[in-house]
T-cell receptor, first 110, second 114 residues
Framework: AQRVTQPEKLLSVFKGAPVELKCNYSYSGSPELFWYVQYSRQRLQLLLRHISRESIKGFTADLNKGETSFHLKKPFAQEEDSAMYYCALSGGDNFNKFYFGSGTKLNVKP | EAQVTQNPRYLITVTGKKLTVTCSQNMNHEYMSWYRQDPGLGLRQIYYSMNVEVTDKGDVPEGYKVSRKEKRNFPLILESPSPNQTSLYFC?????????????FGPGTRLTVL
């Protein structure tokens, strides 16, 4: 069964500090991993996906198949990064199914 | 404006009274999906549709029905709602399979079943 675990409900950091939001997953087959973000009063939106190997708004995420992790990182947090972040997984036995983690609320303090 | 719309945005109903939440997209997307969001559980997929007349179960389909008669619309039907279906519901669409295509989300529908 495909599952996504985000162990932290809330993460508070000061502006300029490094940020790491943790995501671990369990899977069967070859999953693809994603990070989605929901800013206050905005819709849920895609932040980045492993398949594109991209860096968006200074965020990166590395897929570690040995540790089954896809942690989201940013070297210097900004106040505008405060939002709800969801790790998500698709693939394995069905590329049309999507599984989200429970989310981590990132609070960047001035 | 390209977007996903949901109606109603808020709904309070009683147990057993059939209801439909509509979802519409104007981006000519083939893939559409419904999710429910509950505290501590994140988003869980209810049903998805790859194209017109093609639907399949997600992770939590029990108690829900969907239909895809037109490409732009993907209504979620609760034939006999129960209190455990009180939740925040999101519709999403993407050009094709979401593994390769960004999903665009609707604003959400907050449903309370008394």
């Amino acid at each position: 069964a495909q599952r996504v675990t985000q162990p932290e409900k809330l993460l508070s950091v000061f502006k300029g500090a490094p940020v790491e939001l943790k995501c671990n997953y369990s899977y069967s087959g070859s999953p693809e991993l994603f990070w989605y973000v929901q800013y206050s009063r905005q819709r849920l939106q895609l932040l980045l996906r492993h398949i594109s190997r991209e860096s968006i708004k200074g965020f990166t995420a590395d897929l570690n198949k040995g540790e089954t992790s896809f942690h989201l990182k940013k070297p210097f947090a900004q106040e505008e990064d405060s939002a709800m972040y969801y790790c998500a997984l698709s693939g394995g036995d069905n590329f049309n199914k999507f599984y989200f983690g429970s989310g981590t609320k990132l609070n960047v303090k001035p | 404006e390209a977007q996903v719309t949901q109606n109603p945005r808020y709904l309070i109903t009683v147990t057993g009274k059939k209801l439909t939440v509509t979802c519409s997209q104007n981006m000519n997307h083939e893939y559409m999906s419904w999710y429910r969001q509950d505290p501590g559980l994140g988003l869980r997929q209810i049903y998805y549709s790859m194209n017109v007349e093609v639907t399949d179960k997600g992770d939590v389909p029990e108690g829900y029905k969907v239909s895809r008669k037109e490409k732009r619309n993907f209504p979620l039907i609760l034939e006999s709602p129960s209190p455990n279906q009180t939740s925040l519901y999101f519709c999403a669409s993407s050009l094709g399979t979401p593994i390769y295509n960004e999903q665009f989300f609707g604003p959400g529908t907050r449903l309370t079943v008394l």
